[in-house]
């Protein structure tokens, strides 16, 4: 990250383990709603960033970094885990990133969840549930309404396409589409 | 029934839970706005069981017939609940943000009639389509799944245990057991014999 000055959070002061790289801002009173991350740097957005309504949503553990030059607009970054951004990225309206699933497949790990999650669940500790890092390479372009699942790494200069559910590996230069998202093509 | 009408103490919302909403103590009800659009006359028309909880975003968008059934420990994040007739979400059930639950189009699918129906809206309040449209609950069973931004339509069964996946389009039964997913939803695959006796698969 650039020295010198530092980007900013137009809601208010930054909570303290977050780095915003010079000329970036991040607007929106709901931008730190949900970040519980205890990450001595748990996010870092390079400069030059516009993040206009974009909701950083991180547990406990979570670690999100962002390059240079990024433009998202009301993306919902949901990270438990990792989420490493490159730069030029594009993420559209409404789209959502997210690294974990939030609860247990096994119906009967399920059922342990629901109860830990009730308001007769105080003190009680959830089931495990699955993690899996994601990765968008630099020059990736994700629509409004597109969905990035667990696990998935965007190559570089993809073209994800409005209202894919990409849950797979998107190879670098591709275009996908649809739900669940299939390779169309290659990027303009 | 005489309960009187409550308000939440913790609301911002200055508005309040229907008489005919009939909550466990246990449960928990984020926001009175949840019922801006709730209308039903019938006396037992929403129940929450035991533990049960929604929060914002979870609205009961429920017409004069309608009727609504939460289990115990059934948790909903935030969901669009249109009930004409009835709406069923079994115990322990999670429903996540921006889902949509609907036993009803609301509006006719003829278009002459349609517009006659929308013509009726700008003179409501709230201002809310409801026309005379067949309705066919909607039931959710225990411990379903239902990931966040998926919508569940009209007469949609979903079987006990099993997981719809975010955004997806559900316009079948799902059988139990069973994960779903996509526009318009598939079968993904049956739970493993190893998620039925309690292990993640990973
Ligand atoms: C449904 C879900 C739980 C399945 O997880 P999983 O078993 O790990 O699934 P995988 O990633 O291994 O995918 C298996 C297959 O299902 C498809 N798939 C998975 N989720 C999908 C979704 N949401 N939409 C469309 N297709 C999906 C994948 O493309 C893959 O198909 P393939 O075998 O042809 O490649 C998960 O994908 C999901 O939707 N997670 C979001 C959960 C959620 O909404 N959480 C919010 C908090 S409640």
Redesign the interface.
């Known amino acids: 990250m650039s020295a010198g000055e530092s980007g900013k959070w137009l809601g208010g002061a930054l909570p303290a383990n977050v780095r915003v790289g010079m000329n970036s801002v991040i607007i929106g009173d709901l931008a730190f709603k949900r970040f519980h991350s205890r990450q001595p740097e748990a996010l870092c957005v390079g400069a030059n960033c516009t993040m206009d309504g974009v909701h950083f949503d991180l547990g406990d553990a979570a670690q999100l970094t962002i390059g240079d030059y990024c433009y998202f607009t009301n993306a919902v970054l949901l990270c438990e885990l990792e989420v490493r951004i490159g730069s030029y990225v594009v993420v559209g309206w409404n789209t959502?990133i997210?690294d974990s699933?939030?609860?247990?497949?096994?119906?009967?790990?399920?059922?342990a969840?629901?109860?830990a999650?009730?308001?007769?669940?105080k003190g009680r500790t959830r089931p495990?549930?699955?993690k899996q890092p994601v990765v968008i390479e630099d020059d990736v372009w994700i629509g409004p309404n597109a969905?990035i699942?667990k696990g998935v790494r965007v190559g570089a200069g993809a073209w994800i396409e409005a209202g894919s559910?990409v849950?797979r590996d998107v190879p670098p230069g591709a275009r996908v589409l649809?739900?669940?998202a299939q390779i169309v093509g290659e990027a303009k | 029934m005489s309960l009187p009408a409550r308000t939440l103490p913790w609301d911002w919302h200055e508005g309040v839970i229907p008489r005919n909403a009939k909550i466990d103590s246990t449960a928990y009800v984020e926001t009175s706005f949840s019922f801006r659009f709730f209308r039903s006359e019938l006396d037992d028309a929403i129940e929450y069981g035991r533990g049960a909880s929604t929060y914002l975003g979870t609205m009961f968008d429920v017409g004069p017939r309608g009727r609504v059934r939460l289990g115990d420990y059934a948790l909903v994040h935030g969901a669009r609940i249109i009930c004409d007739s009835e709406i069923t979400i079994g115990e322990y059930a999670l429903i996540s943000w921006n889902v949509v639950l609907m036993d009803t189009y609301r509006l006719p699918a003829n278009a002459s009639e349609r517009r006659r129906e929308l013509e009726r809206v700008p003179g409501r309040d709230p201002r809310i389509a409801s026309g005379d449209v067949v309705a066919r609950p909607v039931r959710v069973e225990r411990n379903v799944w239902i990931g966040f931004d998926a919508c569940i339509l009209p007469g949609v069964t979903v079987g006990e245990g099993s997981v719809v996946g975010a955004r997806s389009v559900v316009m079948t039964d799902v059988p139990p057991f069973t994960i779903v997913a996509g526009n318009p939803a598939r079968i993904i695959r049956p739970m493993s014999q190893q998620e039925m006796n309690g292990a993640n698969a990973q």
Not at chain 1, 101 to 111: E, K, T
Not at chain 1, 117 to 121: K, Q, R, V
């Open positions: 959502t997210a699933d939030f609860h247990p497949l096994a119906p009967a790990q399920r059922v969840d629901a109860i999650c009730s308001p007769l669940g495990p549930v699955v969905a699942l559910v849950t649809g739900n669940p």
